[in-house]
């Protein structure tokens, strides 16, 4: 089971970019697919991005182009680089395996866009 902390979230201006980043630790992160979820209220939480062990990606149409999702398997870290933010992308963002484990969640970083 892993276990992760999210961090990088803040207030940004429309247009502007934003880095986050999943410290992950207690499994095996080199062979995990992760993935980037982002949830607002009321809504139930979505894939934003995903990224397999080797570093193959998939990205939800609402951020394709957009987004970057990475991986240090040296570190056990994944990445989310946002560029071009939108207000639509305001939300806590959370980091998980794919599929996801409901024992994983961490607490999650809240992104927020807006002028």
């Known amino acids: 089971q892993v276990q992760v902390v999210e961090s990088g979230g803040g207030l940004v201006q429309p247009g502007g970019s934003l880095r986050l980043s999943c410290a992950a630790s207690?499994?095996?992160?080199?062979?995990?697919?992760m993935g980037w979820y982002r949830q607002t209220p009321g809504k139930q939480r979505e894939l934003v991005a995903r990224?397999?062990?080797?570093?193959?990606?998939v990205y939800a149409d609402s951020v394709k182009g957009r987004f970057t999702i990475s991986r240090d398997n040296a570190k056990n870290t994944l990445y989310l680089q946002m560029n071009s933010l939108k207000p639509a992308d305001t939300a806590v963002y959370y980091c998980?395996?794919?599929?996801?484990?409901?024992?994983?969640w961490g607490q999650g970083t809240q992104v927020t866009v807006s002028s």
């Open positions: 998980n395996q794919y599929p996801h484990d409901d024992d994983s």
């Open positions: 207690g499994g095996d992160f080199s062979i995990y697919v």
């Open positions: 990224i397999y062990s080797r570093g193959s990606t």
